[in-house]
């Protein structure tokens, strides 16, 4: 880059003003002396002008190291907004992804959960028929089984009050058996018992407790047969007039009872003790009766 011109300004010619000049031989050492003067002033000026030259080189330099600086800082702004702006588009395009990412992860999610509770409620629907179903069928069953109830109730009252009927026969019945029970005179002198002449008598006295009672029925035949803890053994029995003849086996003796009619006590002693068989019916060839004991035998 080359340095400006100035050009010189002309020099005004000298005028003399106030007295005269001077002789020759000064004039010329004061022309010495202008003329040093002038020669020092281009020097000086020469020497700032080439001062001014270097000044305004450097100012340029530094310009142009400047501006170059500011186009870097310019190039690299221009380079930093770009990847910022790529940086920002990429995080939009991201969020975007991403927003539409849980915009369908929420549908989806809604959908599902929409699907799950209309799924929930057509059961809970189906199990609310089905439990109504169930309780109406339930009531139905306890209504059906207390209609049966008090059908039974009815028919146990029913049977209640039979009940009390039976029982009041009964207890007609034990007081016609206990009117009914006869002391009756055995076949042994000076003894007297109660006899049982049928199944209701025969339990009256088991009812009453005094003694033993085992019941029997003896066919005709050879052999003893064993009844309570003695033997009998059937010889005779006549339908018509009631009649029979028995053998007894107690306590290695044998007694023999002929020509006894029923309801009628044989009596025997078995170790000190009172026995007595009663015969109370007389069939073709065997009898039916009990044998009598005590409680407690005497020894």
Do not use: C, W
Request: charged share 25%.
């Amino acid at each position: 880059m080359s340095s400006p011109q100035y050009p010189y300004p002309p020099q005004p010619p000298p005028q003399h003003y106030g007295p005269p000049p001077p002789s020759s031989g000064s004039s010329n050492l004061v022309l010495a002396l202008l003329g040093g003067a002038i020669v020092a002033s281009l020097a000086a000026n020469g020497y700032l002008m080439y001062q001014i030259h270097d000044m305004k080189a450097m100012s340029a330099h530094n310009q142009e190291i400047i501006q170059s600086e500011i186009d870097a800082v310019k190039e690299n702004s221009t380079v930093m907004t770009a990847a910022q702006r790529k940086h920002l588009d990429d995080l939009k395009e991201e969020l975007d992804t991403r927003s539409r990412q849980l915009s369908q992860a929420a549908s989806q999610a809604k959908k599902e959960a929409l699907s799950y509770t209309d799924e929930q409620k057509k059961q809970l629907e189906a199990e609310q028929q089905k439990t109504a179903q169930q309780l109406s069928s339930s009531i139905s069953d306890v209504n059906q089984k207390a209609e049966s109830v008090n059908a039974r109730v009815s028919d146990v009252n029913n049977d209640v009050a039979g009940v009390k009927t039976d029982l009041n026969n009964t207890k007609t019945d034990l007081s016609q058996t206990k009117s009914n029970l006869q002391k009756v005179a055995g076949d042994l002198s000076g003894t007297n018992s109660l006899v049982a002449t049928n199944g209701k008598e025969i339990e009256e006295l088991r009812r009453r407790g005094e003694r033993n009672i085992v019941e029997f029925t003896l066919k005709k035949q050879k052999n003893l047969q064993k009844v309570g803890d003695i033997q009998l053994l059937l010889e005779k029995a006549d339908v018509k007039k009631n009649k029979f003849n028995l053998i007894v086996m107690a306590d290695d003796r044998r007694v023999e009872k002929k020509d006894k009619g029923i309801n009628e006590p044989l009596q025997f002693y078995v170790s000190h003790s009172l026995y007595e068989v009663v015969v109370n019916t007389v069939g073709k060839d065997t009898i039916s009766g009990y044998l009598s004991t005590p409680k407690y035998q005497n020894r």
